[in-house]
C-alpha cells in the first residue's frame, strides 16, 4: 500500500515502513495530488483532512497522530466508509508537564508559591483529569469546569465558568473547538468574559488558539487589564498577531504536546490502528522507539516542593522557546520552521530518581517521574 505521512511524525519508517511504501511530506504541503493514488494517510493537526482532500482518491484510512481531531471532518470520512484512528490523551503528560512548568516559572517570577494559587482548570478530560490529579499531588487547589461531564453526572465537584473567573487565580483552558452544539467553545475567552476577569490573574491556553478572541484579548492588554497570559496555540496560526504577542507573558509556537514521549504515543496509537485494519500485529514495540532514562538524580530526606522547579529546568526551559519564537516571529514561515525544527523535550519520566526514603519516592512518582529507593 502506498502510505502518505506527514514528515514530523517520529520513527515514520520504523513503524509504517513495513506496511507499505511511505511518502514523507511537510504536513501544511500534503495536497489532494498527493493523496490520490494512497491507500492510507497519516497526519497531525497543521492537515485539514476533508472532501476536498480526498474526493476521487484511493485513501481507505486516515490517522491523526493527535488527541485533537477538529482538523478531520470525521461525518465525510464515514460517509465515505474510511477508517478514521487518532490518540486520545497522546500528549497529556506532555501539555501537563508544559502548564506546570509555565506556572512555576511564573511563580518564581513573581516571588510567591504555586500552593498559594487557586488554579481553575476548564475542560477535564485527558489533559485536564491528569492536570488536576498533579496539581492535588503538589497541595494546590483546583476548581474544575465541564459542563459535558457535569450533565452526565460524572464526579466532580464541576463549577460553572463563571466561579472560576471569579475564584481562581489560574485560568489553564483544556478544550476541543467547537463552533455550534450545546457547548461551543470558540471564543470562549471574549470581551464579555475578559470584562468580568479580576486583575492579576493568569491566563493559559496550550489547546486551541481560537478558544480565545485575540482582538478581545489584545484589546484587554493594550487597555490596561493586568493579567498575564501563556499562549502556545494562536488563533490564526502558522500567522502570528505580533501586537498580541508582545503584550503576553510567554509565547510558543504550538509545542506544548511536543516532547518525545508524546508524539511517539500519537504514531504508534495509529500504527496499531493501521496494523488491525490490515489484518495484522504490530511488529514494533514502542518500548523500542524512546531511550532509557537520560540521567539519574540522587535525593536525600523528604520530598520538598521546592525541587520540583530544578528538576523541571533539567528537561525543559520555557523561556527558550519564548525567546526564540520572539526572535523570529516577523520572518514569514518561522511559526513552522521552530515546530518542524523542535528539539527532542524529554517528558519527566525521562528522569531517573534515586532517593533514600519510600514516601519521597512515591511523591515523585505521583508527579511523573521514575523513583526508585537505593
Known amino acids: 500500500m502506498r502510505i502518505i505521512i506527514d514528515q514530523a511524525t517520529p520513527a515514520a519508517s520504523l513503524l509504517f515502513g513495513s506496511l507499505g511504501e511511505i511518502q514523507t511530506i511537510p504536513g501544511r504541503a500534503i495536497t489532494s495530488e498527493h493523496c490520490r493514488a494512497a491507500q492510507a494517510v497519516i497526519v497531525r493537526s497543521v492537515t485539514s483532512v476533508n472532501r476536498e482532500l480526498l474526493t476521487g482518491s484511493?485513501?481507505?484510512?486516515?490517522?491523526?497522530?493527535?488527541?485533537?481531531?477538529?482538523?478531520?471532518?470525521?461525518?465525510?470520512?464515514?460517509?465515505?466508509?474510511?477508517?478514521?484512528?487518532?490518540?486520545?490523551?497522546?500528549?497529556?503528560?506532555?501539555?501537563?508537564?508544559?502548564?506546570l512548568t509555565a506556572l512555576l516559572w511564573l511563580m518564581v517570577r513573581e516571588g510567591c508559591l504555586l500552593q498559594e494559587k487557586t488554579v481553575g482548570i476548564i475542560g477535564v478530560g485527558h489533559i485536564g483529569s491528569l492536570l488536576n490529579q498533579r496539581l492535588q499531588a503538589l497541595g494546590v487547589t483546583t476548581l474544575l469546569c465541564d459542563p459535558p461531564r457535569a450533565e452526565r453526572g460524572d464526579t466532580g465537584p464541576f463549577w460553572p465558568l463563571s466561579h472560576l473567573v471569579q475564584h481562581a487565580e489560574v485560568l489553564t483552558f483544556h478544550l476541543p473547538l467547537q463552533r455550534e452544539g450545546p457547548h461551543p467553545t470558540w471564543h470562549l475567552l471574549d470581551e464579555e468574559l475578559l470584562a468580568a476577569l479580576?486583575?492579576?490573574?493568569?491566563?493559559?491556553?496550550?489547546?486551541?488558539?481560537?478558544?480565545?478572541?485575540?482582538?478581545?484579548?489584545?484589546?484587554?492588554?493594550?487597555?490596561?487589564?493586568?493579567?498575564?497570559?501563556?499562549?502556545?496555540?494562536?488563533?490564526?496560526?502558522?500567522?502570528?498577531?505580533?501586537?498580541?504577542?508582545?503584550?503576553?507573558?510567554?509565547?510558543?509556537?504550538?509545542?506544548?504536546g511536543y516532547t518525545l514521549e508524546g508524539r511517539v504515543n500519537g504514531a504508534f496509537a495509529v500504527y496499531q490502528a493501521l496494523c488491525r485494519q490490515l489484518g495484522g500485529r504490530p511488529g514494533v514495540d514502542r518500548a523500542s522507539l524512546l531511550p532509557n532514562a537520560q540521567q539519574a538524580v540522587t535525593l536525600s530526606g523528604p520530598w520538598r516542593s521546592e525541587q520540583l522547579k530544578p528538576l523541571l529546568d533539567r528537561i525543559y526551559r520555557i523561556e527558550r522557546d519564548d525567546a526564540a519564537l520572539r526572535a523570529v516571529a516577523d520572518q514569514s514561515g518561522a511559526f513552522d520552521q521552530l515546530r518542524a525544527a523542535y528539539p527532542a523535550r524529554r517528558e519527566c519520566s525521562s528522569l531517573l530518581l534515586v532517593c533514600d526514603q519510600e514516601q519521597t519516592a512515591q511523591q515523585w512518582q505521583r508527579l511523573g517521574f521514575q523513583a526508585v529507593v537505593r
Do not use: M
Open 58 to 99: 484511493t485513501v481507505q484510512f486516515v490517522g491523526s497522530a493527535t488527541a485533537g481531531t477538529d482538523h478531520i471532518d470525521r461525518h465525510w470520512l464515514q460517509q465515505q466508509d474510511i477508517t478514521f484512528a487518532h490518540a486520545p490523551g497522546c500528549n497529556a503528560t506532555a501539555v501537563v508537564e508544559y502548564v
Open 198 to 256: 479580576p486583575d492579576g490573574r493568569i491566563l493559559i491556553n496550550s489547546a486551541r488558539g481560537a478558544l480565545f478572541d485575540s482582538a478581545a484579548l489584545l484589546t484587554a492588554l493594550a487597555g490596561g487589564k493586568t493579567c498575564r497570559v501563556v499562549l502556545d496555540v494562536w488563533e490564526h496560526e502558522p500567522a502570528l498577531s505580533l501586537p498580541l504577542l508582545s503584550r503576553v507573558t510567554l509565547a510558543t509556537p504550538h509545542i506544548a
